[in-house]
Protein backbone atom coordinates (compact mmCIF):
# COMPACT_ATOMS: atom_id res chain seq x y z
CA UNK A 1 0.00 0.00 0.00
CA UNK A 2 1.31 3.41 -1.11
CA UNK A 3 2.65 5.46 1.87
CA UNK A 4 2.49 9.05 0.26
CA UNK A 5 -0.06 11.12 1.53
CA UNK A 6 -1.86 14.07 0.06
CA UNK A 7 -4.05 16.10 2.65
CA UNK A 8 -7.40 17.81 2.15
CA UNK A 9 -8.13 19.44 5.09
CA UNK A 10 -11.40 21.35 6.57
CA UNK A 11 -13.67 21.11 3.48
CA UNK A 12 -16.71 22.91 4.48
CA UNK A 13 -19.90 21.85 2.68
CA UNK A 14 -23.55 21.92 3.98
CA UNK A 15 -25.87 18.83 3.28
CA UNK A 16 -29.09 17.38 4.38
CA UNK A 17 -27.98 15.00 7.53
CA UNK A 18 -29.46 13.55 10.57
CA UNK A 19 -32.96 12.06 11.32
CA UNK A 20 -34.24 14.22 14.05
CA UNK A 21 -37.92 16.15 12.29
CA UNK A 22 -36.08 19.56 12.41
CA UNK A 23 -32.49 18.10 10.19
CA UNK A 24 -34.73 16.57 7.06
CA UNK A 25 -35.20 19.89 5.31
CA UNK A 26 -32.59 22.18 6.63
CA UNK A 27 -29.24 21.79 5.01
CA UNK A 28 -26.34 21.62 7.91
CA UNK A 29 -22.77 22.44 7.55
CA UNK A 30 -20.17 19.36 7.91
CA UNK A 31 -16.53 19.50 7.94
CA UNK A 32 -14.55 16.91 5.93
CA UNK A 33 -10.96 15.94 6.15
CA UNK A 34 -9.63 13.34 3.84
CA UNK A 35 -6.14 12.17 3.19
CA UNK A 36 -5.48 10.47 0.45
CA UNK A 37 -2.79 7.71 0.16
CA UNK A 38 -1.11 7.41 -3.19
CA UNK A 39 2.65 6.86 -4.48
CA UNK A 40 3.44 10.07 -5.50
CA UNK A 41 7.37 9.03 -6.65
CA UNK A 42 7.01 9.05 -9.92
CA UNK A 43 5.03 12.74 -10.60
CA UNK A 44 7.75 14.20 -7.80
CA UNK A 45 10.17 13.03 -10.44
CA UNK A 46 8.76 13.64 -13.71
CA UNK A 47 7.28 16.67 -12.98
CA UNK A 48 3.98 15.25 -15.56
CA UNK A 49 0.50 16.11 -13.93
CA UNK A 50 -0.26 12.57 -15.88
CA UNK A 51 1.93 11.05 -13.35
CA UNK A 52 -0.04 12.06 -9.96
CA UNK A 53 -3.49 11.31 -8.43
CA UNK A 54 -5.28 14.10 -9.38
CA UNK A 55 -7.15 15.65 -6.00
CA UNK A 56 -8.95 18.32 -7.43
CA UNK A 57 -10.88 15.36 -9.12
CA UNK A 58 -11.57 13.79 -6.17
CA UNK A 59 -12.26 16.76 -4.33
CA UNK A 60 -14.79 18.04 -7.19
CA UNK A 61 -16.49 14.60 -7.19
CA UNK A 62 -16.64 14.52 -2.79
CA UNK A 63 -18.41 18.18 -3.29
CA UNK A 64 -20.99 17.25 -5.98
CA UNK A 65 -21.89 14.13 -3.95
CA UNK A 66 -22.17 15.66 -0.10
CA UNK A 67 -24.33 18.63 -2.00
CA UNK A 68 -26.62 16.51 -3.33
CA UNK A 69 -26.90 13.54 -0.37
CA UNK A 70 -28.93 12.70 1.99
CA UNK A 71 -27.93 11.07 4.91
CA UNK A 72 -29.18 9.65 8.46
CA UNK A 73 -26.00 8.75 9.79
CA UNK A 74 -22.58 10.59 9.93
CA UNK A 75 -21.45 7.15 9.52
CA UNK A 76 -23.13 6.44 6.05
CA UNK A 77 -22.13 9.90 5.03
CA UNK A 78 -18.37 9.13 5.54
CA UNK A 79 -18.53 5.82 3.68
CA UNK A 80 -20.06 7.40 0.57
CA UNK A 81 -17.21 9.78 0.77
CA UNK A 82 -14.64 7.36 1.02
CA UNK A 83 -16.44 5.42 -1.80
CA UNK A 84 -16.60 8.58 -4.14
CA UNK A 85 -12.85 8.24 -3.80
CA UNK A 86 -12.30 4.53 -4.28
CA UNK A 87 -14.27 3.90 -6.49
CA UNK A 88 -15.02 6.39 -8.59
CA UNK A 89 -11.93 8.62 -8.66
CA UNK A 90 -9.18 5.54 -8.10
CA UNK A 91 -8.01 6.83 -4.94
CA UNK A 92 -5.76 3.58 -3.70
CA UNK A 93 -6.81 4.49 0.06
CA UNK A 94 -8.50 7.19 1.85
CA UNK A 95 -9.08 8.20 5.53
CA UNK A 96 -12.02 10.56 5.62
CA UNK A 97 -12.86 12.22 8.75
CA UNK A 98 -16.36 13.85 8.56
CA UNK A 99 -17.22 16.41 11.56
CA UNK A 100 -20.97 17.39 12.41
CA UNK A 101 -20.55 20.76 14.22
CA UNK A 102 -23.07 21.28 17.01
CA UNK A 103 -24.22 18.22 16.82
CA UNK A 104 -23.92 17.68 20.45
CA UNK A 105 -25.06 20.01 23.39
CA UNK A 106 -21.69 21.26 25.19
CA UNK A 107 -19.54 19.89 22.34
CA UNK A 108 -17.89 21.73 19.11
CA UNK A 109 -18.35 18.90 17.00
CA UNK A 110 -18.68 14.89 16.53
CA UNK A 111 -16.59 13.59 14.26
CA UNK A 112 -16.24 10.26 12.49
CA UNK A 113 -12.65 8.86 11.25
CA UNK A 114 -12.41 5.99 9.13
CA UNK A 115 -10.15 4.12 6.62
CA UNK A 116 -11.03 2.43 2.96
CA UNK A 117 -9.78 0.94 0.41
CA UNK A 118 -10.81 -0.70 -3.25
CA UNK A 119 -11.40 -3.90 -1.46
CA UNK A 120 -13.94 -2.65 1.12
CA UNK A 121 -15.96 -2.05 -1.66
CA UNK A 122 -16.08 -4.88 -3.76
CA UNK A 123 -19.39 -6.20 -3.97
CA UNK A 124 -21.41 -4.22 -2.16
CA UNK A 125 -24.33 -1.91 -3.42
CA UNK A 126 -24.28 1.59 -2.16
CA UNK A 127 -26.74 0.71 0.16
CA UNK A 128 -25.68 -2.25 2.26
CA UNK A 129 -22.69 0.31 3.68
Not at 16 to 22: Q, T
Not at 44 to 68: F, H, R, S, W
Not at 81 to 91: F, S
Request: hydrophobic share 40%; charged share 30%.
Amino acid sequence: MPSDMIEIERLRLRCLIGFSEWELDKKQDVIIHMTLFTDIRKGGQTDNPNDILNYKTVNKAVIQMVEASHYKTLEALTTAIARVAVVECGVPRIRVKVEKPGALRFADTVAIVIERTAEDFQDVSPNES
